[in-house]
C-alpha cells in the first residue's frame, strides 16, 4: 500500500469523550475508562469516527515521546469520504 498523505495526530486522554463540535481537528480522544476513542475524520471532512478500544477490537500504544499508534489500521468506508488510514507514531498514514 502506497501512503497518499500524511497528517500528523495528537491525543488526549479523557474520561468522557467530548461532543464533536468540542473536538479538534487531528486529535484523538481516548477514554480508557469506557474503552473507547473518538475523533473527527482525519481527512477533514469532519464526521466523528468512534474506535473502540479492546483486545478484540483496535489497541494503542503512546511511545516515550507521546506518539501514538493505533492498531489495526481505520477504515471510514461508510462516510462518503471513504478515507482509510493507519496511525503510527503520531501520523496517520492516509493508504
Ligand atoms: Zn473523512
Not at 500528523?8 to 487531528?26: A, R, S, Y
Not at 489497541?59 to 468506508?77: A, E, F, H, Q, T
Amino acid at each position: 500500500m502506497k501512503t497518499k498523505r500524511k497528517v500528523n495526530v495528537e491525543f488526549k486522554k479523557v474520561e468522557t469523550l467530548p461532543p464533536l463540535n468540542k473536538m479538534d481537528d487531528n486529535v484523538i480522544y481516548i477514554s480508557d475508562k469506557y474503552g473507547i476513542s473518538e475523533h473527527k475524520c482525519l481527512c477533514g471532512c469532519g464526521f466523528r469516527v468512534a474506535v473502540p478500544i479492546s483486545v478484540r477490537e483496535w489497541s494503542y500504544k503512546v511511545d516515550c515521546k507521546k506518539r501514538l499508534s493505533m492498531y489495526p489500521s481505520i477504515g471510514n468506508y461508510q462516510y462518503k469520504c471513504k478515507s482509510h488510514y493507519i496511525i503510527k507514531k503520531g501520523v496517520a498514514n492516509f493508504v
